[in-house]
């Protein structure tokens, strides 16, 4: 155990795609300066427990918290959603995340790719 501040809490989380139960009450804290792998055979759920951590997908369950500061939710179970945009936005803002696929366009430089928006 570590007694840096946690960076990133995730409690009792539970995400279900339909009827598909991915997440079943997931627990892990990131402490700060700490580096944390997360091990799970493909289809698992380490990439949708990352996409819930950082709000770009909503979970019915459990508490996400970030820098001692838990996501205030509206809603239950499946109709689920973050109560406050400008908190995600928040949060959002001091939280990176590297894409497993990116969805680059090959005919553009990387700079192009950047720059590019919806
Ligand atoms: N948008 C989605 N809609 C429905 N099911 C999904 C969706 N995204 C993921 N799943 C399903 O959720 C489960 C977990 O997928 P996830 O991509 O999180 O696994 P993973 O552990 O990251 O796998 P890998 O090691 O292959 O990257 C899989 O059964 C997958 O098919
Ligand atoms: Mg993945």
Excluded at 76 to 89: C, E, I, M, N
Aim: charge should be positive; glycine fraction near 8%; aromatic fraction near 6%.
């Amino acid at each position: 155990m570590s007694d840096s501040k946690p960076v990133i809490e995730i409690r009792n989380l539970h995400k279900s795609y339909g009827t598909l139960e991915v997440l079943k009450g997931v627990d892990i804290t990131a402490p700060a300066g700490h580096v944390v792998s997360m091990i799970g055979s493909s289809g698992s759920g380490k990439s949708t427990l990352l996409r819930c951590c950082n709000l770009l997908e909503d979970s019915q369950q459990g508490d996400v918290i970030f820098e001692g500061e838990p996501v205030r939710w509206k809603g239950k179970g499946l109709d689920r959603r973050p109560a406050d945009a400008k908190q995600v936005t928040r949060i959002r803002t001091n939280l990176a995340m590297v894409f497993q696929q990116f969805n680059l366009w090959a005919h553009m430089t990387i700079l192009q790719n950047v720059m590019e928006r919806r």
